[in-house]
């Protein structure tokens, strides 16, 4: 009981620290409203279920170790982030923020195309492979349980993720209104695509 409040404890400090997946749910909130939030957030409590279990069973430890292997996965999750922050850029520039433009980015935002954001931004990143794979052994006992606890406290990390992600969604989605005023949707493409190209820069540079 000591091991998971102290895992719960760690937990909430690193899904509390803002990064590339609270900026891409944030972003999709924004543009397409809590729906697509939640479904971001749904995507990236998934991808981290994938690297739960890669991590439980060892493959993540064979993705850090292999240097082609590492160098693919960091540099398409680079790409992926930039791509994205142009998108933002693009729909600042554009005047993403137009009377009619929160219904159109809402049905470009469908349900699958929130999800697989969310996902792919997750399986692109080999740093989730490091942290999962460093985080869990710590907290899992030693023996034949191991692959059992890993696999449990890795999936109550994607399920606080989600929690939290979703909770950004629904109060971007109460405050709808505001955001969707031309000037405020504009500035906040434009904050959102710097942040995630900014993400994908330092992904790109990043060492092991």
Partial sequence: MTALIAFIGVSVVVICTPGPDTVLTM???F????????WTAAGVALGQAVWTVAASLGVAGLVHA???????????GA?????????????????????????????RLTAGRSLRQGLINDLANPKMAAFFMS???????????????????????????????????????????????AGVRRTLDAVSGCLLIAFG?????TDR
Avoid: D
Avoid at 66 to 76: G, I, N, R, W
Avoid at 149 to 177: D, K, P, Q, V
């Fill in 79 to 107: 790409a992926y982030l930039c791509y994205l922050g142009l998108q933002s850029l693009r729909s600042a520039w554009r005047g993403g923020g137009a009377p009619h433009a929160p219904e159109v980015v809402q049905q």
């Fill in 27 to 29: 972003r999709n909130a």
């Fill in 31 to 38: 543009s397409g409203g809590q729906r697509s939030g939640i």
């Fill in 135 to 181: 985080l869990l052994p710590q907290f899992a006992p030693a023996g034949g349980g191991a692959f059992a606890a890993m696999l449990g406290l890795g999936l109550l990390f994607c399920l606080l993720t989600f929690a939290w992600l979703a909770l950004y969604s629904l109060a971007i989605g109460r405050a709808r209104a505001w955001f969707a005023r």
């Fill in 201 to 205: 820069a330092r992904l790109a540079v």
């Fill in 66 to 76: 292999s240097a082609p292997a590492f160098l693919t996965l960091k540099y398409a």
